[in-house]
């Protein structure tokens, strides 16, 4: 019954905020990291990422998931107006209907429904858990549910939509909402199940008709042999009864009522028993029974002197109480209960209470024990305002973590006339809203408590100081920390209190400040996950090391100890140590939260010290142990790798291979490493045709996957030196994403294989494209430097030239010692008494190709001129021109009997005309060309172009 007991945070809640700097260490992206917050629970980590994302990404897909994940998390939290505001802001816009995006539309409006409902817009919440369910029915008619999530929004919807129509007394709309969760009850708990029992059965009743009563009795009735608790069972037979007065089967009624009173806890069989005598006096000729019977049934015969005895009993047992004897203080209550006043019953359910929580080893079982008891009293009218009985129930709430409850019972007595009981009110509600996370509103109620009051309890000043430090105002915080020091008030568990505020806060350094000034093993504990989430790996392996050495800490804090210390080992690049403490973690906790993850981290170090055996077996367990869907795919992407790495690729495959197929994420991936596998093996072709098949997806999750593929394709054929294949795909790849990772790459080696190809042409079109970007690339310098020999070879020694001496300007000695310089020396030989420059040569051929081009005799001539002036025209961007002249080409060459250069120049032709995108032109020319010769090599590469028209 002392306020001052103080309460450890619980552990977990703690590690939560430390798994967070697992995620960092892994360099996961910001998707990832609020995912992981979410999967843990964490989530002010959620929201936090989810703001990263909003504010890089607005109308997509990413933007969409990002805001549900905010919204369900800000619910969760307390913050129900920011819910509902991120979750109205975002809307699905444009994105593919697959089952990711029809479950976040319903996980959406499910959270607004919540949301809306604690706000009492039960309107507004009906709506939007109507929506939900709508469009969870969309995903189960799609497909399976996503990896995401194990929530059926359908079934939740319809839970809470019930609750809504409850809250706005419209029951017969509630009664097909609740009927359909009693005939689905496995997929729900079961509190909510045996809740909505009970709601549906009084939705029957307070319709009142006959054809619901029969409903409620045919309800119960089914509901006999369920595992309710005593509490459920009993009021649902209270509920049958009603339902029997309606139908007017008053017996019946009557007898529902008395196996209640028999067999039901006293606030139900008291409840029970009015009922049973209102029923029974009201129809005594149907019921056949008077109404002393009824009371016969609930008390025993009273004594000569019934008050006085009751009296006498009450006060022994609390004798007995006070000295410990707790087994006869409950004998003694139980004597005085038969014929007890309200007043003796309120002060027996006090007792009974604590003697409850003080006699039960599991504290938490004897705390609700506790609420149960103190509940029942505080049925009565005199109890529900007995303050005594209402702060034990907050006092009690609080000790399980029951905040909502614990802040509902204690705020009632906030204006209380005895000051112990107003100033322990104080300290429940604070506490109450400190730990749901409303800390302004705790340091709020206890400053406007000490308007009036000077606050001395060091249990209150001790929680102010926690609330003001949350809220990062560490300077007031301080100063009563250190008030509290001074006068010998601020204990080793205050002191672990502020570290661990400053903990959850991120205050690393002040936390290691802080549980350096306590005492005991749980201080060290704190001082090294501070460090572990800065990172400081060494600091941290060593104070876990110490930790591990103590034999009091608490068990739960020995097994994190154990992961944090192998995983910081991990960091320090001490592999075999690493593996050897988490291996022994797992040993020693295999069941614990944090196995999937040793195994994970098992696995990457054995695989860093090439223990290969170690690494494949600890990675195939982390597919096991896997607890979802997302982390058993990671495992998956991981264990295939370590297989890959180790030469065992048919292995490796084998374990893709059943994903590979898959239109997700996942399957992309899996795929996409199967392609890099069968490189590794020497399967090109094979691994070409995965790469094509992602560098064709469409979906927008797959962008960055089908952009790399496309990439990697055109990379593999460069490297086995099929420069026309290489072209091709590098031009592909510019063509679908020309500001893409690989931009000026894809360029300069699509430029290159042109060129080793003998497309020279076109080699230095495409070079042109990096030397006339001003973007800064790192393929500039290699551009130019080619171009002046494309140049050069092309017989264009001015333009090799006015490079070459740009290059020298721009680069100076790196060009210099490149040989630029001599460069430059032998263009100007070659360049030497003529000063021609291209559109000179261009004019030349213009006028020679007029005099020759009617001269059959004169066709190759004419075929010379046309090639060159096609290629000119190409050059300067004029690309219809260019492919009407190699038109012409053609025909030349073919008059002078040149198929080789005919056929070259109709690829020519279907180039340049796909370059203006003059696409029936290059249908018709590529038609003819293929008719004219089909197995030709440049027909073959012009199909690739054309091809797909």
Not at 630 to 650: M, N, R, T, V
Request: glycine letters at 4%; aromatic letters at 12%.
């Amino acid at each position: 019954m002392n306020m001052n007991r103080r309460f450890k945070f619980s552990a977990v809640f703690l590690i939560l905020i430390f798994a967070s700097g697992i995620a960092f260490s892994e360099n996961k992206n910001l998707s990832a990291l609020m995912k992981d917050s979410y999967k843990a629970g964490f989530y002010p980590g959620v929201v936090r990422y989810a703001e990263e994302i909003l504010r890089h990404e607005k109308d997509s897909l990413a933007a969409f998931r990002a805001a549900v994940y905010e919204g369900e998390s800000l619910f969760k939290m307390g913050r129900t107006e920011d819910s509902i505001s991120i979750l109205q802001k975002y809307q699905m816009n444009g994105e593919s209907i697959n089952p990711e995006t029809i479950q976040l539309n319903s996980a959406k409006f499910y959270w607004l429904g919540r949301g809306y409902f604690v706000q009492r817009q039960f309107t507004n919440a009906q709506k939007c858990f109507f929506s939900s369910a709508s469009i969870f029915r969309e995903l189960e008619k799609a497909s399976s549910r996503t990896a995401e999530t194990s929530l059926d929004y359908f079934a939740l919807s319809m839970l809470h939509g019930g609750k809504s129509y409850i809250e706005s007394k419209d029951y017969k709309n509630a009664i097909p909402l609740y009927e359909y969760v009693i005939s689905n009850g496995g997929k729900y708990n079961i509190e909510d199940y045996k809740d909505s029992a009970i709601a549906l059965a009084q939705s029957y009743n307070y319709a009142g008709d006959a054809k619901n009563a029969q409903k409620c009795v045919k309800l119960v009735s089914s509901l006999e042999n369920a595992k309710f608790d005593d509490e459920t069972k009993f009021s649902l037979l209270i509920l049958k009864g009603e339902s029997h007065e309606t139908l007017g089967a008053y017996k019946a009624a009557y007898d529902e009522y008395c196996r209640v009173i028999k067999n039901a806890p006293a606030a139900l069989a008291a409840s029970a028993m009015q009922k049973a005598y209102a029923v029974s006096t009201a129809h005594r000729a149907e019921v056949g029974s008077e109404a002393g019977e009824v009371l016969s049934r609930a008390e025993y015969r009273l004594a000569e002197f019934p008050d006085l005895l009751s009296e006498f009993w009450t006060r022994l047992a609390v004798d007995a109480f006070n000295a410990k004897d707790y087994k006869k203080s409950l004998e003694y209550f139980k004597d005085a209960q038969k014929n007890a006043s309200s007043s003796q019953k309120e002060i027996a359910a006090v007792y009974r209470a604590e003697i409850a929580y003080i006699t039960n080893a599991d504290k938490d079982a004897g705390a609700k024990q506790a609420v149960a008891i103190l509940a029942e009293a505080a049925l009565t009218k005199s109890g529900s305002k007995n303050e005594t009985i209402l702060l034990s129930i907050a006092r009690f709430n609080g000790y399980v973590k029951n905040w909502k409850d614990c802040e509902t019972y204690a705020s009632k007595c906030l204006k209380s006339e005895n000051p112990e009981i107003e100033k322990n009110a104080v300290y429940w509600v604070a506490l109450s809203k400190y730990e749901t996370g409303e800390v302004v509103k705790a340091s709020a109620t206890i400053e406007n408590y000490k308007k009036d009051n000077k606050i001395e309890d060091k249990s209150l000043l001790n929680l102010y100081a926690k609330s003001l430090a949350k809220q990062g105002k560490y300077h007031d915080a301080d100063l009563i920390f250190y008030s509290l020091g001074q006068k010998n008030q601020l204990d080793n568990d205050g002191r672990l209190d502020y570290s661990r505020t400053l903990l959850i806060a991120g205050h690393y350094v002040s936390t290691k400040q802080q549980a350096s000034k306590a005492k005991g093993d749980e201080a060290v504990y704190l001082s090294a996950l501070a460090s572990f989430n800065q990172h400081n790996w060494h600091e941290a392996e060593s104070s876990f090391a110490k930790v591990l050495s103590s034999k009091s800490l608490d068990k739960d804090y020995v097994a994190y100890a154990q992961f944090y210390y192998g995983y910081a080992l991990y960091q320090l690049s001490e592999y075999a140590k690493a593996v050897s403490s988490l291996n022994h973690f797992i040993e020693e906790n295999p069941t614990h939260a944090f196995v999937w993850s040793a195994y994970m981290t098992v696995a990457r170090a054995a695989a860093f010290s090439k223990n290969e055996s170690e690494a494949i077996s600890a990675s195939q367990k982390a597919i096991r142990t896997a607890t979802n869907e997302k982390d058993k795919q990671e495992s998956i992407i991981l264990a295939a790798g370590i297989l890959s790495d180790s030469k065992k690729f048919d292995d490796a495959l084998a374990l893709l291979s059943p994903h590979i197929a898959k239109k997700s994420e996942f399957g992309w991936e899996c795929k996409y490493r199967s392609a890099e596998i069968l490189v590794q093996k020497g399967n090109s072709s094979q691994a070409d045709k995965y790469f094509a098949e992602l560098s064709d997806l469409k979906e927008k999750e797959a962008s960055l996957i089908a952009e790399e593929s496309a990439y990697r394709r055109a990379e593999i054929a460069y490297s086995a030196e099929d420069y026309s294949n290489s072209a091709r795909l590098f031009e592909f790849y510019s063509k679908n994403w020309p500001s893409g990772r690989f931009s000026y790459a894809a360029i300069y080696f699509s430029a290159d294989s042109l060129a080793k190809s003998g497309n020279d042409i076109r080699a230095i079109l495409r070079y042109q494209q990096i030397t006339d970007s001003k973007a800064e690339t790192s393929y500039r310098y290699g551009s130019e430097k080619n171009l002046i020999e494309l140049y050069q070879k092309t017989g264009d020694y001015v333009s090799a030239l006015d490079m070459a001496n740009k290059m020298i300007d721009e680069y100076g000695a790196q060009a210099l010692n490149d040989g630029i310089g001599k460069k430059v020396s032998e263009l100007k030989k070659l360049g030497a008494g003529s000063a021609l420059t291209i559109e000179d040569k261009v004019k030349i051929a213009e006028k020679s190709l007029a005099k020759t081009k009617n001269d059959p005799s004169q066709s190759e001539d004419s075929m010379k001129n046309a090639i060159f002036l096609a290629g000119a025209y190409r050059l300067k961007g004029e690309n219809k021109k260019s492919a009407e002249m190699y038109l012409e080409a053609a025909k030349y060459s073919r008059q002078a009997g040149n198929d080789e250069s005919a056929a070259r120049s109709f690829y020519g032709a279907v180039e340049s005309f796909d370059a203006a995108a003059l696409y029936a032109d290059e249908k018709a020319t590529f038609k003819e060309m293929k008719k004219l010769y089909p197995q030709n090599k440049y027909t073959l590469d012009a199909e690739k172009i054309a091809g797909g028209l």
